[in-house]
């Protein structure tokens, strides 16, 4: 039974208690935040919960095994250094933390105690997603050749991060994960609208070895929600809208068919096949359920993490690739095979 | 009676022949293509209507005053100054011309000999566009922030544009329409998929000397037809779908609220004000035939081209610009306050 | 302060359980369900509501004033008749009993006792239907022509009821409450596809005095949920779509026009005019919610009820007469003024 | 060579020209119509054609083998017939005739003859309907449990014929077309919302021997464009959504389990079984292209058509019925195995 405590109760912090506490094989032993009017919630709710506004003493509970930390990124980085030096395998939200150089130092600490560091990219725990993966890496799927997110609305501003490190990293963390590899480099630009703000509006490329291309486009002005992502492949193209109740992927038999007679070649190169659509039924489980479960796995059975500490390294290396482009107007920067700018 | 002659006869030029046929106060006189089934195909249809395969024959006709031309981009150059030669006012299709040095010569040509030269860029005649122009000039639209544009379908390849001079170009002319500003500087990206042929995917960002952003998204191999743009102001949002048969133009009387209270102000600064949505009923006429009365009205009354040589020459120097980013994977280029790349 | 007691912790319970229990005014005493593991869960979310397998020791309280009565049909007369005559209040959920004799005899109850008796027409307290009946009691919408609506999905069968006591009731009471008015026949069909059970699919038409046709099609076979109703006025018509996240209502500015000219006549008689659509913001506010203060509100100060017992057995007759039209093969069943099949 | 008379060139009668002008094996010879205007419009598109304000004219023409007849119903029987006695093979546009004496005696007419007598009952020859024949005549379908269309727009009224006869008659023969069975009963009701004019809004419920329910639901009056099927098996699903541009079809693996353990049934006795949806490629041929070539070979090859007088008949029997029962509100009108009211 492993013995959990929650740093951060105020938006994303109830999913995990509540996902974590009705895990087999874990139970939320305390939860900490600085707000007790969010304590007084939790204790309605979870009457057995201890409460506390110091996450440090959830540190020093020995019963306790296994921290999962939801408070805004400026303190991830120190709250989770704490964590690991009292022992504490750790669940960090995203993104993992401010500076590229803060994830490496976790990943450090978390490697020479032997202690798990998992970050919550939680849509690599989708059902949707896990489904995209398994037919990018199908037969029939082709070359992949692009990877095109919309992800906009009327959302709140964010007062620490800006609209890329708070709504693109989701699909740089899924790219990384249906992928399997690394942009060469990033060019992006963005706008804030709001003086003394960060940017509210953002676009983002990352260009790769192969013929691959990724788009990203952010918005958190948006008059209409979307979530919708194209992800194309020679032999077939997939439609990922996560607003449909029902049929979130569909997947269409369409690819380009390069012609070779002479008349063609006159107007055109390239042809298109089409045929039948397909939207495949997909597992419904909340994606924080399946997470829970794999980090207890990873912290009871020895498991290396699908969202371990490298792969939020990668993503921080990236976000800070995209913010310095962003700022000098879409101007490419490039990485290296490790995912550092060059 | 405007009598006219339609040079090219292939994918737009019926669209010119029955809109300029059936217009008050013009007719068809004559009309070249190369390739003689088309014209067999005209001939079925418009009896009446002079048929050549050299379109010197329609230049040289002294009955005609003004000529059409939809051919390939690549000859629109050598056409044009020969019909201005010639004496003739001149509707040109877009792109205006490969190169704006060409555009230039283009004008002074007409400029010197007191022509028409107008450029066919058809959206700014639609319903929709038009009352997206008259909402963002009126009151209550507030600071115009931002212009984002999806237009991507499964399309042929072009054998001579890439798909920024072919599809991104409708919306330069519009946000340049509507916005009556020019960007100081675009950062573009994209990629070819097929070997030695153009770019098929492309995005762009505008820059503008306000705190306007452009972005356009193009792309020929999506499996599903978009055309939707959103246009945000401080105050409304409008959502303009060309592929709604009915409600193009949704108006979201949505806007920002800049907060003050202390409480706001720790998790946010900001605050959205949301209303009704409103769908205006649009003009219905096809572009093409308020763009052919506009064109007879210039040549007959000497009205100024809402799409003159000018504007044609500020697009063509926009795509130059986009081009050259694009092939610098992002890097931006600045442009000068008459459009050139700085 | 209302003192509440809620029979009934299945499906529909807990919510009422959370709106009175959140509600101004009014606090929940105690539960009773016969299935204990449901009183468990209300144990662990509501730690101070007593809870009870006999809804007897609920009537028995004498701290109570009040009960809310969610369970199966079957029960809902003896189960509001003990209550009423405990001297309790009584919100009972629809339909509201088995037959309109039962509904008779507890509104006679409730008006000797001077006892408040409400029924659950839970989508009159909705902002939607609200906005509806402001747009139809307005001067612009004209006659009330049509009252047209889909209601299916594919639903889990019910034992107790047919698809027509379960999903038309929902449209029966709205337009009962949007129209003001009673219909003066029914006609009704339908079929069961499995052997034993009740009608799964139904089709209801209601007539009316004036030229106003109702139309109700409920199916629990459905692949797809729709839950769409059109409400056509001579001067405006009404698409009322629940399944829209934002814009839930859109009226259109459309109507017939009577011709005259002799040129309209030799074709058709009737012209149609078209303008703007406009969907206005809708109060968000959870119905249950707005639906629990009013409840307090009659308890308290003695208002009427808006879906007090007659309207529950106007529903209930409606019911009856439908049942008995289905039975027929559409048979009309005519209504005399005071809803009894004549 | 199948030379063609057309007599009628009004709404349809032009795409009948356009079809059998252009196919392989046919050619239009002369059309009639009343209005010279429409004549005129014909001789600029077509110059070769012969026309004339007299349909007499066509018969006598010795060269003509075959009339198609698109002029309005209440002329279809006259015209049918005079074609018939002059020799000539008939197309008739739908519905077949005002009456089903009349439908019944051009089929003796025909029969005696030995001519062929085809109805346009057009929908039968789309690429979609076809593949719902196929998917309901495949193994997996299951029972054929219903059939239910909503068939609604701003529609012109039609002075000759009421909503029924105008847009439910595509249903009634799509439904005769795929489940190859005649209702045994209809109940219809509807209503006129314009005195001295034909029902604008009608709803039809068709009863069979089987356990299948059919229901069309058609409006003149509606504000929004809906064409939208649904087709449901006891183990597949089918939407047939006719607006859709590209997935027209879809195809949902769903159907009813009957359950069995003790504790499904003490809450249902009915479970669902879910699974992926799938849209198939459509022939995107024209449906009157198809069809012209399957008239083509019916006069050729001595074929029997697929939509032939039979069907024709059996479809105003079926309207005819219900232009009782709805003139009843609803009173079912039984119908004897060869479709006569009973």
Known sequence: MLKLGVVGYGYWGPNLVRNFHEADGARVIATSDLDESHLTRLQVRYPTIETTTQYQDILKNSEIDAVAIATP?????????DALKAGKHVLLTKPMTQTSEQSLRLIEEAESRNLVLMVDHTFLYTGAVRKIKEIIDSDGFGDFLYYDSVRINL???????????????HDLSILDYISGMSPNAVSATGISHVSGQQEDIAYLTLFFDSNLIGHIHVNWLAPVKVRRTLIGGSQKM??????EPSEKIKIYDKGLVLGDSETTRRESLIGYRSGDMWAPQLDATEALNTEAAHFIDCVTNGTRPLTDGRSGLRMVRLLEAA????????????LTRDGRAA
């Open 238 to 243: 997939i439609v990922y809208d996560d607003l």
């Open 155 to 169: 959302g709140l501003f964010q007062y620490d991060v800006d609209v890329i490190w708070d709504l693109a990293l």
């Open 73 to 81: 990124v400026a303190s991830h980085y120190s709250i989770a250094l």
């Open 323 to 334: 913010s310095r482009s962003m700022a000098a107007r879409g101007q490419p920067v490039e």
